[in-house]
């Protein structure tokens, strides 16, 4: 009777601890990140994690070392050399710059890419907002870029950050 019941208790404890499982992550957007001389820098991709948000992926490659500003930007066009085409910074709810603004930021403001001394760096956040809201705005008629700049983001000057010249940029397409 006693290895009936420590039987029943084990299989008991046992199916208490289940997994949490992770949000499904679908792909819904890519972008090949390109230099202004049109060599490839790396990708990002959006994803839509469960059924109401929305994540950045970013893998740079052949970026200088060190820590960059990385926004959305409001046009998806990257024409070469300066990357100016692309825009300000994806911001459909006209609030201010900076995660260290008092008001919050801006859907277009990112963490600084973390880029190691062989080139390589990668960045992984969730979007702030819901996917119901955030399509629209990157999915817009004009489409949306990433760019990732020559310095890092101060996080605090309006509207830019401080974060220099744009030396990658890739539009987003949808992926079917």
């Known amino acids: 009777m006693k290895k ?12 208490s601890c289940s ?5 499904t992550r679908k792909i819904i957007a890519t972008a090949t990140l390109l230099s202004p001389d049109g ?23 052949n970026v200088p070392a060190g820590s960059h500003g990385t926004h959305l930007h409001e ?5 070469p050399r300066d990357f100016k085409s692309a825009g300000g910074h994806l911001n459909p709810f006209g609030a201010a710059h900076g995660t260290l603004n ?18 390589t760096g990668t960045l992984d956040i969730g979007l702030m907002g819901s996917r119901k ?14 760019v990732i700049h020559a310095g890092p983001d101060d996080y605090a000057t309006d509207p830019s950050g401080a974060s220099g010249g744009r030396i990658a940029c890739g539009v987003f397409a949808r992926v079917r």
């Open 133 to 146: 809201n955030l399509e629209p705005a990157i999915f817009d008629a004009d489409g949306t870029a990433i």
């Open 75 to 79: 046009t998806g066009r990257c024409a």
């Open 39 to 61: 060599s490839i820098m790396g990708n990002a991709t959006i994803a839509a994690v469960g059924s109401d948000r929305l994540a950045l992926h970013v893998d740079a490659r």
């Open 19 to 23: 997994t949490v499982s992770e949000p």
């Open 102 to 119: 008092p008001k919050g930021s801006h859907l277009g403001d990112l963490p600084n890419l973390q880029v190691a001394p062989d080139g």
């Open 4 to 15: 009936i019941a420590a039987t029943v208790l084990a299989a008991s404890l046992l199916a």
